[in-house]
């Protein structure tokens, strides 16, 4: 009897080392999409490939004896946010919203590192829907940007994944 995957629906539920191979089987798919065969890069994140398989599942297919990589999946993220002035922790689904969040962080990279103050205005009206159904929308003043910074231990090292 297979068992339910209820993580599929919510990552807090995967106890730690759970979410670590999960996390894992991401940066294989990563890999992947920039162009590294399926086995070597399972070999370099160390993990196995039935475990990856599993966690992955339909966004890898097989053609030509060569195990392929969808182009987009629907595969839950835990990212980072700012929003109303503090940092949130969303869980998405997908690729596109994966890559707007990243955007967004590149942007507040732009306005920190290069002062382009006008660099947020894209994302005035741009909203993000979490895999619950909720909508956030990003914190695009810049006095609360740099206070949200600020209040983060090491700024300069951070990772929008949890």
Same mark, same amino acid.
């Not at 205005?121 to 829907?129: N, R, V």
């Given at each position: 009897?297979?068992?339910k995957q209820v993580w599929k629906k919510n990552l807090d539920r995967l106890t730690p080392k759970q979410l670590a191979k999960y996390d894992d089987? /991401?940066?294989? *798919? @990563?890999?992947?999409?920039?162009?590294?065969?399926?086995?070597?890069?399972?070999?370099?994140?160390g993990i196995s490939p039935p475990t990856v398989k599993k966690f992955l599942g339909t966004v890898l297919s097989k053609k030509?004896?060569?195990?392929r990589v969808r182009k987009n999946d629907?595969? /839950?993220?835990? *990212? @980072?946010?700012?929003?109303?002035g503090?940092?949130?922790f969303i869980q998405v689904r997908g690729t596109?919203?994966?890559?707007l969040v990243g955007k967004y962080h590149s942007a507040v990279g732009?306005?920190?590192d290069k002062n382009e103050t006008r660099i947020l205005?894209?994302?005035?009206?741009?909203?993000?829907?979490d895999a619950f159904g909720k909508t956030h929308s990003f914190e695009i003043q810049t006095e609360k940007i740099i206070a949200i910074l600020e209040r983060q231990e090491e700024p300069e090292f951070f990772t929008i994944y949890k």
């Open positions: 009897m297979k068992s089987s /991401l940066e294989v *798919l @990563r890999m992947m999409r920039h162009g590294t065969s399926f086995s070597k890069a399972t070999k370099t994140v030509n004896k060569r195990i629907s595969l /839950l993220r835990k *990212l @980072r946010i700012n929003e109303n503090k940092e949130i596109k919203k994966a890559g732009r306005l920190i205005e894209s994302f005035a009206d741009k909203t993000i829907q």
